[in-house]
T-cell receptor, first 114, second 114 residues
């Protein structure tokens, strides 16, 4: 149980385009999902908290207009990187919170912006 | 703000050696504590967690951790490591205020030599 999927697993795009990443909780409902960035050989940096049916809460320094988050259902949250630039290249990881206590993580999406 | 310290950045052990990875956190109130593992090329997996009760917590794959409140610590242990334990280990804390946000340590890379 407690499986979280992400799609796509990797994406390459041109600078200036937008990329959408999906995060799904497959066998449980998650009112809260989280989006992280992980830089090479570093820890996870929380970008935002995604709450079903309401606006996401962004961490300090994260541009909400650049990283659009939608949590339309209890099993799906999406992160859209708008007008992507090479500095947005990173590994994006989502997690889903089960019963308000434990986060389960997706496999991540590697984004490369050319 | 909560902070989590993992002082061992890279640990190298031979198979069958005993393991202890340190984790210290800063917040003095009630906390929930987690250890996650990230095997090469894979996503974060929950090893074990502590919410309350017995401070010695047993997790998967023979790992255990001990919560010592007076030391603000939650060290991870395994009596005899295997080559397959080679991975990155992350300690994480949330402050149990109904805020499910996790604060991660910087991670410890564990390399097991056969």
């Amino acid at each position: 149980g407690a499986v979280v999927s992400q799609h796509p697993s990797r994406v390459i795009c041109k600078s200036g385009t937008s990329v959408k990443i999906e995060c799904r909780s497959l066998d449980f409902q998650a009112t809260t999902m989280f989006w992280y960035r992980q830089f090479p050989k570093q820890s996870l940096m929380l970008m935002a908290t995604s709450n079903e049916g309401s606006k996401a809460t962004y961490e300090q320094g994260v541009e909400k207009d650049k990283f659009l988050i939608n949590h339309a259902s209890l099993t799906l949250s999406t992160l859209t990187v708008t007008s992507a630039h090479p500095e947005d290249s990173s590994f994006y990881i989502c997690s889903a919170d089960q019963e308000g206590k434990t986060q389960y993580f997706g496999p991540g999406t590697r984004l490369l912006v050319l | 703000a909560q902070s989590v310290s993992q002082h061992n950045h890279h640990v190298i052990l031979s198979e069958a050696a005993s393991l202890e990875l340190g984790c210290n956190y800063s917040y003095g109130g009630t906390v929930n504590l987690f250890w996650y593992v990230q095997y090469p090329g894979q996503h974060l997996q929950l090893l074990l967690k502590y919410f309350s009760g017995d401070p010695l917590v047993k997790g998967i794959k023979g790992f255990e951790a001990e919560f010592i409140k007076s030391k603000f610590s939650f060290n991870l242990r395994k009596p005899s490591v295997q080559w397959s334990d080679t991975a990155e280990y992350f300690c994480a804390v949330n402050d149990n205020f109904g805020n499910e946000k996790l604060t991660f340590g910087t991670g410890t890379r564990l390399t097991i030599i056969p």
